[in-house]
């Protein structure tokens, strides 16, 4: 049989592209806020979640991508679940400043290109400040009703 | 809101190694044989699942891997669910002379890569016929219990 070459992390922007397109997930999420009762809290997240052992995988992301923390997940309801860890990008400066140039300059290929450019178009809208507006805000929540759909 | 750049499908070698890592699967299956009751029915089997409208990315893999088949898959007993289309590559000669020169030339980056390489040794007995003799068979028996675990 063959030898193996001893492996590097080779982490290229293709293979965040390639493994994003599978794994990662562009979030529009809309909650009433808890004091303003008649506003509503409009918030963004980037996110790729793996099981614990692929922590350095995430690590390489963030360290691509220039944001993002990590986050250690059990799922103590399902036993049998291993630990998971979750690469987070919710600040809009964030978003708009390492994910879309990002995901700008290296487009999505699979279906989730569509969700990407929703979110791109609710992360200008949030930056804007039209979020805290209603006609903004109604714009978002429409763009939300069509992410990951 | 800066305008993205139209898209051509870009699917690079390290594009579908990070597909892969998320959504490939190397499995070994071990099934008594129908009609020759002392003989195992040993297979190997590549495979990627995803939502129908990504059929075209399975496609670009389908022909830079170049070999396997697309199947469209239906769940009827989950009415909510999209069909589903997967890449299989399940020919011993498939997976020797092009899966393997693949992923050996472009390595996994995640946890995949143990199940890649258990399925690899699986390969090359089952290329030599090991799998034909009680001992073979015991081996890759061994090398099941090790993959996506």
Redesign the interface.
């Known amino acids: 049989?063959?030898k193996?070459?001893e492996?590097t992390?080779?982490?290229?922007?293709?293979?965040?592209?390639?493994?994003?397109?599978?794994?990662g997930c562009f979030c529009i999420s809309i909650a009433k806020h808890k004091t303003l009762r008649r506003k509503s809290e409009v918030r963004l997240l980037f996110e790729i979640e793996?099981?614990e052992?692929?922590r350095a995988?995430l690590q390489?992301i963030q360290k691509t991508l220039g944001c993002g923390n990590l986050y250690r997940l059990e799922y103590q309801r399902y036993a049998q679940w291993k630990p998971h860890v979750k690469l987070k990008v919710s600040n809009i400066k964030d978003i708009v400043e390492h994910i879309i140039p990002f995901f700008?300059k290296h487009?999505l290929?699979?279906?989730k290109?569509k969700d990407y450019?929703l979110f791109?178009?609710a992360a200008?809208l949030i930056a804007d400040k039209q979020h805290l507006t209603d006609n903004g805000c109604k714009k978002i929540q429409r763009l939300k009703e069509s992410i990951n759909v």
Chains 1, 2 share one sequence.
């Open positions: 049989m063959p193996t070459k492996q992390l080779h982490i290229s922007p293709d293979y965040i592209v390639g493994f994003v397109d599978g794994e793996v099981k052992d692929d995988v390489a700008d487009p290929q699979a279906k290109r450019l791109r178009k200008f």
